[in-house]
């Protein structure tokens, strides 16, 4: 499919330039090691005990592997030599059966450019000689566009001990119901013959609906300025191709969601402004009152859309293409509280709350244990609450002298489930909030040489945008918008001469 394209005496002109392939040296190379095997295949050297190599030269070669019979490149050569009674000898090429178990990453058969569809429409009105206002609509709707999905997903498996006649997977090792230790078990792949595929495929889709208005003031009379506003929604099934991968590759459409891009409302202005005092090229009065000129940017926008992850694959079902792309995997949503409408500030508050209660309570169930052999399970007691997005179980563990402890372990996904109930990007990070301020002061000195000293202040008020926090429900750093940088309050101060 992608790579290299030869091994064959001849080349079609749709091989000839892949991945900046230089076909005739791979066919002179390869002609070569073929004729030096034939001699090695000659009766004269029946005695020779060493092995016959055949050496491949190629460039990229990326998804794919080198036959017989079980590569997407077409080689007729190796082929050749493989049905003349040598496959599976000594002297052949050996099996890439192992090299297909391999984690790899490829592209779909029908790879292409995706494609949109554009729809605009306006309305603009001249209120005076200076000043415009437009408003609009604005539609997009994207085909095709790129995804990464799993190219060889494990069966559905629901979440479970895994132990025989129960047909459940497990991948933590733990039985959620006795809190033993349990052997890892996973579904087969779709093809067991190869191993895990990050698939590039044209596979998603979206949709964006936008109101656009906005306000200009030309510049007279030392005076200008613009407004602009956007009122929008931006729902897809991936915003691009490296927004994580398909949670469900047998239901992609449950994907389906607002876009990391979404940003409902948008209001940016800037205006500038000269002072109406002094001049700039008058006298020592006027060039010291004169030239002054202040302008600023002021920009509103919602939050980023972020998805909440469970933080582990209890199922297994995405065991094999973490290793390429992590883990998807969504949890459950244990509140009736309209969690897409609260601030992560809000969030983070209440979950802490009930994960510190959930703490607490493990803690007097261990410390109310009487004294006796430490054997691990789940541990008795008061049942433990539930946080917003997991569920917490404590169970004890015995060190390798004897001693018991215990550990609290936080899961979205219940016994009998594959993944969790929560939808794609459901939360949204706090806004943006910026105001930068520039204060200049232009000075002609002479006819050649004027002296521009300027100032500007970037988050003129030191607002604290905070970016998308963790979203894994097992991390203690859950949610914690504080631990993302959030900005600060920076003053450049400059001088420049123009000539």
């Known amino acids: 499919m992608m790579g290299y394209s030869s091994c064959s005496r001849g080349f079609n002109n749709s091989q000839r330039s892949l991945y900046g392939v230089r076909p005739w040296f791979v066919s002179w190379a390869v002609a070569i090691a073929i004729v030096l095997l034939a001699g090695e295949l000659a009766p004269a050297a029946a005695q020779d005990k060493r092995p016959n190599i055949l050496l491949i030269v190629a460039d990229d070669m990326g998804w794919s592997d080198s036959g017989a019979y079980g590569g997407e490149i077409f080689t007729p050569n190796i082929n050749r030599l493989a049905s003349q009674s040598l496959r599976g000898t000594s002297r052949i090429i050996p099996s890439s059966a192992f090299a297909m178990q ?26 005076t000689r200076n000043m415009v206002i437009r408003i609009g609509y604005a539609g997009t709707w994207g085909h095709g566009l790129l995804q990464t999905a799993d190219g060889n997903p494990r069966l559905p498996c629901v979440y479970g001990s895994g132990l025989a006649g129960t047909n459940t997977c497990n991948n933590t090792g733990i039985d959620p119901y006795t809190g033993a230790n349990v052997p890892t078990v996973l579904a087969p792949q779709v093809d067991p013959t190869r191993g895990a595929l990050m698939l590039r495929a044209n596979s998603a889709s979206s949709s964006y609906n936008a109101l656009q208005a906005s306000f200009e003031k030309r510049f007279s009379q030392g005076f200008a300025a613009n407004v602009y506003y956007t009122w929008s929604k931006f729902i897809d099934t991936a915003s691009d191709i490296f927004d994580g991968f398909v949670m469900d590759p047998f239901n ?32 020592f009065s006027d060039r010291v009152l004169g030239g002054w000129q202040v302008s600023t940017i ?40 309209d969690v897409s409408h609260m601030s992560v500030a809000e969030l983070y508050t209440l979950n802490q709350k009930l994960r510190n209660q959930a703490l607490a309570t493990a803690a ?58 929560a939808g794609r990007n459901i939360l949204r990070s706090d806004g943006l909030q910026s105001v930068d301020l520039s204060v200049a002061k232009n000075t002609q000195l002479n006819e050649r040489f004027s002296l521009q000293l300027r100032a500007d202040v970037f988050n003129l008020f030191n607002h604290r945008n905070f970016g998308v926090p963790d979203a894994q429900v097992n991390s203690a750093n859950f949610l914690n918008q504080w631990a993302t940088d959030g900005g600060n309050r920076r003053i450049v101060l400059g001088m420049k001469v123009l000539f």
Do not use: H, W
């Open 102 to 127: 391999l984690p790899r990453t490829g592209v779909a058969a029908d790879f292409r450019l995706p494609s949109t569809d554009q729809v605009s429409l306006d309305y603009q009105r001249e209120l």
């Open 298 to 337: 002021v920009t509103l926008q919602s939050g980023a859309p972020f998805s909440v992850l469970n933080g582990s694959d209890p199922a297994g079902e995405q065991a094999g293409i973490d290793v390429l792309a992590g883990v998807s995997v969504r949890p459950n949503v244990y509140t009736n509280l």
């Open 252 to 283: 992609p459409n449950a994907d389906r969601a607002r876009s990391l891009f979404d940003y409902p409302q948008r209001l940016s202005a800037n205006a500038v402004y000269q002072l109406p005092f002094g001049k700039a090229r008058g006298g």
């Open 364 to 421: 007097a169930n261990f410390n109310a244990l009487p004294p006796k052999p430490c054997v691990p399970g789940m541990l008795p007691g008061a049942a433990l609450n539930n946080l917003l997005f997991a569920r917490a179980t404590a169970r004890i563990t015995c060190s390798p002298t004897g001693v018991p402890a215990y550990t609290v372990d936080f899961n979205g996904v219940e016994p009998g489930q594959r993944f969790g109930a």
